[in-house]
């Protein structure tokens, strides 16, 4: 009885907090997400990663000075954007401010929104720039509670120093603010060093064994899983509990040459049993009293160091890093520590561009994916293989894999292709022959499979749009477990006015388990209208059947920015969605976003209802 | 004798149909594949802005040509010269021992040259032989986009404050449906819907209208899940109009629709 009491009290206190906090805070525009190439099958990708590999490109913005078009070319971004940043960026025009940027690049306002995320500019402003967003959510399932809470904030110098705070509360956490993180960067000192300390994250080569953005699945932009990002540090402003590092890093650069070098001192979530560890907890969830000793239960040591060797477009670096954990992974390293080495390579010749990465863990485990790509008038040709040894697994790892887990056992061919046909239409699509090395049950085969994906994009003059995409998934597990998928999706723009659009989404599928034949189907109608008092309307409803849990439709959402609203359809029934944007000065933006689903499984006899409320707040000092 | 086999008829199609389930015998529509969110007459408030000045019309349909399961349709509206539109339909459906029965007000406006929407209010109510008489409220909403001369899309959502009868034991079908018509020829007009109800699939209906005569359309159809094949004609001679329409079951026998309207 006292512990309920405690937990409404605590319940109560937090959301005075967080209304309070809502009143104090203070960022800056809304993405228009239907520009960015989002994931079309997310079967094994939870949407709170998805949230965490957009956040890792806005909290560490593309310095537009000294970014490259390989850089460009790997953004979530559609074909018709980053062609316009490729062919500015080749001008090499030096722009100070957003309004020249925009003119130059020919961006359209709505595109510029977007781009303003994804890139900095050493644009004159005030010595400081303070952003903040604010985001928490009602949930009437099973009771009204706060649902979730994300508190974010930075404050960045003209130099490019920064210091930035998150707190989170998942649903039903005891703590207020259960999970907070800081971060800190200095500005360029000496014009060559830069340090970040705190909690932070490292991108290098294609991910082998560190990324910046969480997870790397395959999507329509072949091209960003082929190509590897920028090596850099970033700091880390995510909502993900683990999977960061936390210490000092330096970066210094001298020339040609840039050299990388960490040490990290991180505290995870692990589930410990007879003083080894048995899983290591990456939910952030801290519910259960089980959650709750899993909390911080595991220390972990870095150190790393690295050296990069630029010289025009063309990059070589190797580099070594070493991992000591407070007990023993016996499950997934063999032993408490883990060594590894990354070769990473990229260099252009002609219209080839080459680029790759090898690591090895210890003496025995090994990994590398090697690709090219060949453009030609407008035309682009991707070709990447990959290899996994059996046990090859880091915790900071993010690669394109076909299967998830703490162990890597996978080999694959990945070719893609995409180019524009005409000035309507855009063609894209990647085929994936995949097959892990060896099965882990006896007498069986190695599951092995195939990914085929085709994506036809026919873009009109007032901006309106049509978008189709089809998907192939051939997996053969077991002689009697063959699974074929095959999904086509479809999503259209019609702009009325400027300020009115209707869009239309849907996705049917089809998938074949063995002899067992289930599909499913949703479809998603939305408006938004736009008025002079800086105010945006989304409405809409989603309809949806599903005859398995297996044949579950996933369908993007207009909702709240910043927020991926990729939701899992199964069952049957209906969602209306409603988000409120208002723009109330030049620097502070209201949403607020009301959701209410009323489904039922199909075996199920009654409907159940849920709705969730959500409020954002971003300010932009 | 007729009692019970009026009783076995309403089984009958209760196992087809839920309360309310069918909402609408106007022939053309049903002609073209049962697509309602497109054209006037049907369930759509908004598609209603395309008539010019006042209109009458009466519908009538035996389901299945089972007797005692008669459905009745009487609507009339407005439209004024600024695109606004004002509408009522009484509607009757089923026999002495079991009968729906529906008023609807509907009213809608071109808000602007390409997008015209509308709402409608369903008073229900049901009597059972036997049992007391319930009514409730359903608000319908949809909208219609005239994209181009030839292209046009509709939104059609129905029931949308989740109405039902008997204690909320009975929930009224909650629809949903998304239309596109393509006129690729001045005589030649083609649409497709995907039509949801709640408690069932998606399905997808098509249907093609043929100006073949000045005063005669041809029109065919056909809807998937479940699977029905339709048919009919439209007259239309001076301010008069008159519709009939066939819809073929795998099973039950035919159902005949037909029509007559004036407008003026």
New interface residues.
């Given amino acids: 009885m006292l512990r309920v009491r405690n937990m409404l009290l605590i319940k109560k206190t937090g959301f005075l907090v967080i209304v309070l906090c809502q009143t104090v805070l203070l960022l800056a525009g809304v993405i228009p997400s239907e520009l960015l190439t989002l994931y079309l099958d997310m079967e094994n990708i939870p949407e709170s990663d998805l949230e965490t590999y957009l956040e890792q490109f806005i909290i560490n913005p593309l310095q537009w000075d000294r970014c490259n078009v390989t850089d460009i070319e790997t953004l979530p971004l559609r074909d018709h954007i980053k062609e316009k940043l490729i062919i500015f960026k080749n001008r090499n025009i030096a722009t100070e401010n957003w309004i020249d940027f925009q003119k130059e690049a020919r961006l359209k306002d709505e595109e510029m929104e977007l781009i303003e995320f994804f890139f900095e500019i050493s644009e004159k402003r005030s010595k400081y720039k303070i952003s903040a967003m604010n985001f928490f959510s009602f949930k009437t399932d099973p009771d009204i509670d706060i649902h979730k809470n994300l508190l974010r904030g930075k404050i960045v110098n003209n130099n490019g120093g920064m210091i930035g705070i998150v707190a989170e509360r998942d649903y039903d956490e005891r703590a207020v603010w259960d999970y907070r993180n800081v971060c800190l960067k200095t500005p360029l000192l000496l014009d060559r060093l830069e340090i970040s300390a705190a909690s932070f994250r490292f991108n290098w080569g294609h991910g082998l064994l560190f990324s910046m953005n969480g997870m790397a699945g395959k999507s329509a932009n072949f091209m960003g899983n082929i190509l590897p990002r920028s090596q850099r540090f970033g700091v880390y402003m995510g909502s993900d509990e683990n999977r960061y590092l936390h210490g000092i890093n330096l970066t210094c650069r001298l020339k040609n040459i840039t050299m990388y070098s960490l040490v990290s001192y991180h505290k995870l979530d692990a589930t410990i049993k007879d003083s080894v560890v048995e899983s290591f907890r990456t939910s952030g969830s801290h519910v259960t009293d089980a959650e709750i000793a899993g909390k911080d239960a595991l220390s972990e040591r870095t150190i790393c160091g690295g050296v990069l060797y630029t010289r025009a477009d063309n990059q070589w670096g190797v580099l070594f890093y070493q991992s000591q954990y407070s007990y023993p992974v016996a499950k997934f390293f063999r032993n408490s520590g883990q060594a590894g080495l990354s070769v990473y390579n990229k260099f252009t010749a002609g219209s080839w561009m080459f680029s790759g990465e090898c690591a090895l863990l210890g003496t025995k485990e090994l990994a590398f994916v090697q690709g090219f790509i060949f453009s030609q008038a407008g035309y682009k040709v991707g070709i990447q293989i990959r290899y996994f040894s059996d046990w090859f697994f880091t915790p900071l790892s993010s690669v394109m894999k076909e299967y998830s887990g703490t162990t890597a056992n996978e080999r694959a061919l990945y070719l893609g292709v995409q180019g524009k046909l005409n000035r309507k239409y855009r063609l894209g699509a990647y085929i994936d022959f995949f097959s892990k090395n060896r099965s882990m049950e006896p007498g069986v085969d190695p599951p092995r499979g195939t990914d085929v994906l085709i994506s036809l994009h026919r873009q009109w003059r007032g901006n309106h749009f049509l978008d189709f995409r089809y998907k192939r998934r051939s997996v053969s597990q077991s002689m009697f477990e063959n699974i074929l998928k095959n999904q086509l999706s479809l999503s259209a723009r019609?702009n009325?006015?400027d300020e009115?659009s209707?869009s239309?989404r849907?996705t049917v599928v089809k998938l074949q388990t063995g002899a067992d034949k289930n599909?499913g189907?949703a479809?998603s109608?939305y408006s938004t209208i736009k008025s002079h008092g800086k105010i945006k309307l989304t409405a809409g409803?989603t309809?949806f059947?599903s005859?398995a849990f297996d044949s579950r439709v996933y369908l993007y959402e207009p909702g709240t920015p910043l927020r991926f609203n990729m939701v899992s359809l199964n069952g049957?029934?209906?969602r209306?969605f409603l988000t409120l944007q208002k723009e109330i000065s030049e620097s502070f933006i209201w949403i607020t976003t009301a959701k209410i689903q009323?489904k039922r499984g199909i075996a199920d006899k009654h409907?159940h209802r849920t709705a969730i409320i959500e409020f954002q707040m971003l300010v932009d000092l | 004798m007729i009692k019970k086999s009026m009783i076995i008829g309403c089984l009958l199609v209760t196992t087809g149909f839920a309360a309310f389930e069918l909402q609408t015998v106007n022939p053309s529509s049903i002609a073209l594949g049962n697509v309602i969110s497109l054209y006037p007459y049907s369930l759509n408030p908004a598609a209603q802005t395309e008539n010019v000045g006042k209109f009458l019309r009466f519908d009538y349909s035996r389901i299945f040509g089972i007797k005692g399961l008669d459905y009745y349709e009487l609507q009339a509206g407005w439209t004024s010269i600024g695109k606004r539109s004002y509408g009522a339909v009484l509607r009757s459906f089923g026999n002495p021992i079991y009968q729906e029965k529906t008023i609807v007000f509907n009213h809608a406006r071109r808000i602007i040259n390409v997008l015209a929407a509308g709402v409608s209010l369903h008073f229900y109510h049901i009597a059972i032989s036997g049992y007391d008489s319930d009514g409730t409220v359903g608000l319908t909403i949809g909208a219609k986009c005239y994209i181009s001369e030839q292209l046009q899309f509709a939104v059609l959502f129905q029931n949308v404050n989740s109405p039902s009868l008997y204690d909320r034991s009975n929930r009224l079908p909650e629809c949903f449906s998304a239309g596109l018509s393509y006129t690729p020829h001045p005589r030649i007009d083609w649409c497709m819907e995907l039509f949801k109800d709640t408690e069932f699939p998606f399905s997808t209906r098509t249907g093609v209208r043929i100006k073949t005569l000045p005063c005669l359309d041809l029109m065919v159809g056909a809807q998937l899940n479940p699977d029905r094949f339709t048919g009919g004609l439209a007259l239309h001679w001076k301010q008069f109009r008159f519709d009939a329409a066939l819809l073929h079951h795998l099973v039950l026998p035919y159902t005949i629709c037909c029509g007559f309207g004036i407008c003026y």
């Fill in positions: 019609y009325i006015l009115l209707v239309i849907s599909t189907m479809v109608v409803a309809h059947y005859t049957t029934g209906y209306w009323t409907f």
